[in-house]
């Protein structure tokens, strides 16, 4: 058995006190000189800076600054902020000296700047735990965690988790295994299932990851319940009170005081995601004007057809069963929901989704768009909204989504997103869903920043030669 790990450095953290860092060099040379950017862009103060910049990234890499971050007071916040610096100034004084390079920079500046730097990281710091904690574990992009347990456990867990100050992840559901106490709540956590529905429920809640905490006599049915969660995608955590059983562990965490076995199908390096939001961020804010230009051009045309809104939002399925509106220029007559009904009796897609080639519910502005695929460019504004990224699976309607089996859930473990292997993989000859599904897996399982990339440059050369649009 491995043994259990840390808790991984926090790269937000890290930019952060890099930021500040920044701030703080930029405050000491205009208190020291009267100026800023003249002496960063010298030679000498910017390699001070980067030299600066580095000796910290070491330091807080080497002092695990991050671990136990949420759960320590000011005080010894404080005493954290102090050391670590203390030592990025001794590192840094270090370098100067063995480089005789410290003759060339004054004295009252590097106190400035340390001073400033203390006392702005500090405050940041602070500032960051209350937004983390008050607004970002209330919000969407929290991790949303069903407890699955016995009522006394629960009673036990509810607390010692609420105090360990998770500011990422929050429980928003609990499973009663020995009663059924369905539409109750505990220390005012609802109970949504019991032993015999909650993986139903599972499957149609927004849900990313659950916590098991049984009793020894409940050991019978774990493997076949990871096992289960597993294939829906859904990241396990057990507690390792329950030793004995014959599976094999994925990875052992120290978690709200608890030890617990991590089953998670695929990992994804937290600095690798910061790295895809922000790709996706930059990405967005350019398509977000790109579709302001087309609107101009593309709005007349659409209400010229067809009297009607000129976007159309429909409610998708995002990542782990998030609902969200997602964004297109409208490319079908007003009444397009209510005549589908009269057409599934055509539908050309094996499987849970409708697709007509031939479809008499789209208007002749809305076949050249589909075609090209400007209907597309709205969803720009999802992406910058976090409910989308530029790369991903297909974000499934609801109707789609209520007929899942488990292992179709999988394919939300990702955010969905603009383009992906489907969508540059020909996707106006693909008839059958399970393909869908299997391009999406093979997406998740093998995501990496490099395959964003080359899906990106696919995706252009797909949009711009009208390949295997619908």
């Not at 405050?27 to 800076?49: C, M, P, Q, T, W």
């Not at 539409?183 to 949504?192: A, F, N, R, T």
């Not at 502005?365 to 400007?374: E, P």
């Not at 473990?413 to 599904?437: A, C, D, H």
């Amino acid at each position: 058995m491995k043994s259990y790990s840390k808790e991984p450095p926090s790269i937000r953290l890290l930019l952060l006190d890099v930021a500040t860092l920044i701030l703080a060099y930029a405050l000491a040379a205009f208190a020291r000189f009267g100026v800023v950017l003249e002496y960063i862009k010298s030679e000498n103060y910017s390699i001070l800076l980067i030299v600066c910049i580095l000796v910290y990234i070491a330091v807080f890499y080497m002092t695990d600054s991050s671990t136990g971050f949420f759960r320590r007071g000011f005080t010894q916040e404080l005493k954290m902020v102090i050391s670590r610096n203390l030592l990025s100034v001794l590192c840094v004084s270090t370098i100067l000296f063995l480089s005789k390079r410290g003759i060339i920079y004054a004295r009252l500046f590097f106190i400035e700047f340390f001073v400033f730097y203390m006392c702005l990281n500090y405050l940041a710091r602070q500032y960051y735990k209350v937004i983390m904690l008050t607004y970002f574990k209330e919000s969407e992009r929290s991790s949303k965690i069903m407890l699955i347990t016995t009522y006394r456990k629960a009673l036990e867990i509810i607390p010692k988790m609420k105090s360990a100050n998770l500011s990422e992840q929050k429980i928003t559901s609990i499973a009663i295994l020995e009663k059924d106490m369905t539409g109750k709540e505990i220390l005012g956590i609802p109970v949504k299932a019991g032993i015999h529905n909650f993986l139903e429920t599972i499957r149609y809640e927004t849900v990313d990851e659950v916590f098991i905490s049984v009793p020894p006599r409940m050991q019978l049915y774990l493997e076949e319940i990871i096992e289960e969660l597993e294939l829906m995608g859904i990241k396990v955590k057990l507690n390792i009170d329950t030793f004995g059983l014959n599976i094999k562990e994925k990875k052992v965490e120290s978690y709200s005081g608890y030890h617990v076995l991590v089953f998670n199908k695929k990992e994804y390096q937290a600095s690798k995601l910061v790295i895809k939001r922000f790709i996706d961020i930059i990405g967005a804010m350019i398509g977000v004007l790109i579709t302001g230009l087309l609107t101009i051009f593309i709005a007349p045309a659409i209400l010229m057809e067809s009297p009607g809104p000129v976007f159309f939002s429909q409610t998708r399925i995002g990542k782990n069963g998030r609902r969200f509106k997602i964004y297109k220029f409208r490319s079908m007559y007003p009444d397009a929901e209510e005549r589908k009904l009269s057409l599934l009796g055509q539908n050309e897609m094996q499987g849970f989704m409708f697709k007509l080639s031939e479809d008499p519910r789209i208007t002749k502005v809305g076949k050249f768009i589909r075609k090209t695929s400007i209907d597309e460019f709205p969803q720009f504004l999802n992406v910058l909204m976090g409910d989308m990224s530029l790369v991903g699976t297909r974000p499934p309607t609801e109707d789609e989504f209520l007929n899942y089996e488990s292992r179709h859930r999988r394919r939300l473990t990702l955010k969905p997103g603009l383009t992906g292997i489907w969508q540059t993989s020909g996707r106006s000859s693909i008839t059958n869903f399970e393909e869908v599904v299997r391009m999406d897996l093979e997406y998740i399982d093998n995501w990496s920043l490099g395959l964003d990339i080359k899906l990106i440059i696919k995706t252009v050369i797909t949009v711009l030669t009208g390949r295997g649009a619908s």
